[in-house]
């Protein structure tokens, strides 16, 4: 194993171990840094002794490529990572790459949903499916999507033993393995309860059947013994359709990115909100205030007085010229 390659698998086993990162994400830095490595390789360098002038040199390399921003911004970022664990480690006496700054991502701002577009689809799912059981499932699931904004592959994979007993919290597993705990709304207690009771009825018959009962709070015959996140996208695109809302504008992301949305524009803090969410840094956290900035300024666009007598003015300047 070369010198660049030792570097990256130690980094790589340290940011397992003490962050717990998700097999992707570890993937996807080890990617990133062998394309750094092999490029160093070309020229005749290594990780160790690479300075700022070399890093500086291979993001205008990545440039050259039309490479996107984003992802521009994620090999910078792993390799600082990288020569911060070297410093830390005492395998460098610097960090190279500390003072180079980023591309700036294109910061697109998350499609999101109206209060009023997520009632209605809590609605039709609540008449969503072949009989009782199946339409306690569907309201099940969407209730508690919204009222926990839970990524889809967490909801799917719920194990039922976090649900029993009319929790207040919901103890959630998220991504690297990380858990956190997360209020439960009235509502979705009450669907919570109500598709359990029904479960476990369902439960006792297959059991009796000889049938082993499953550990997943949504089971299903499929190989992965639950919901598919593949089957839930698309459940809530009928959704849409069925209670009027742009199928367009409805993915199981939307509604996680409601739920943040809502929150902090009914007064939520920040922190609160990312803990809820799961994300390791506010930053990521911070994107729905930019969200709710813009909501603001169209509701002010579209309802203030003065701006509805700018564009009546506007047109019927329009209309002058025109004639």
């Known amino acids: 194993m070369t010198g660049d390659a030792v570097w990256i698998s130690a980094f790589l086993e340290a ?24 490029w160093l390789g070309a020229r005749d360098q290594g990780l160790s002794e690479a300075g700022q002038a070399e890093i ?67 609605l039709a799912a609540r008449r969503s499916g072949r009989g009782a059981m199946e339409q306690a499932r569907n309201t099940c699931l969407m209730e508690l999507l919204y009222a926990t904004g839970m990524r889809v592959s967490e909801l799917v994979s719920l194990p039922v033993a976090a649900a029993r007993g009319d929790p207040d919290l919901l103890l959630i597993r998220g991504k690297g393995g990380k858990e956190r705990l997360v209020p439960l709304s009235r509502p979705s207690r009450a669907a919570l309860a109500e598709w359990l009771t029904l479960r476990e009825r369902a ?63 009914n007064g939520a803090d920040l922190r609160a909100i990312q803990t809820l969410l799961g994300h390791a840094d506010v930053a990521t956290t911070e994107i729905y205030t930019h969200v709710l900035d813009e909501r603001l300024r169209q509701l002010v666009e579209d309802h203030h007085p003065l701006a509805r007598a700018a564009r009546r003015s506007s047109g019927g300047s329009m209309s002058s010229d025109g004639q």
């Open 203 to 265: 439960e006792e018959a297959a059991r009796a059947e000889g049938r082993p009962a499953s550990p997943f709070l949504f089971p299903s015959r499929g190989k992965a013994g639950h919901m598919t996140r593949n089957w839930f996208y698309l459940f809530i695109k009928d959704l849409a359709v069925d209670s009027g809302v742009n199928p367009k504008a409805v993915t199981p992301h939307t509604l996680r990115h409601a739920f943040a949305t809502h929150l902090l524009a």
């Open 15 to 38: 940011r397992a171990a003490e962050l717990g990162a998700a097999q992707n994400t570890l993937a996807a830095y080890g990617r990133d840094l062998a394309d750094f490595s092999d």
């Open 56 to 122: 500086e040199a291979y993001m205008v390399h990545l440039d050259a490529q039309g490479l996107a921003t984003a992802t521009r911004a994620r090999r910078l970022s792993a390799i600082r990572q990288l020569y911060a664990f070297a410093l830390e480690d005492r395998l460098r006496e610097d960090n190279p790459a500390a003072r180079i700054r980023g591309p700036g991502r294109d910061r697109r701002l998350p499609k999101t949903l109206s209060e009023e577009d997520v009632d209605r689809l809590l």
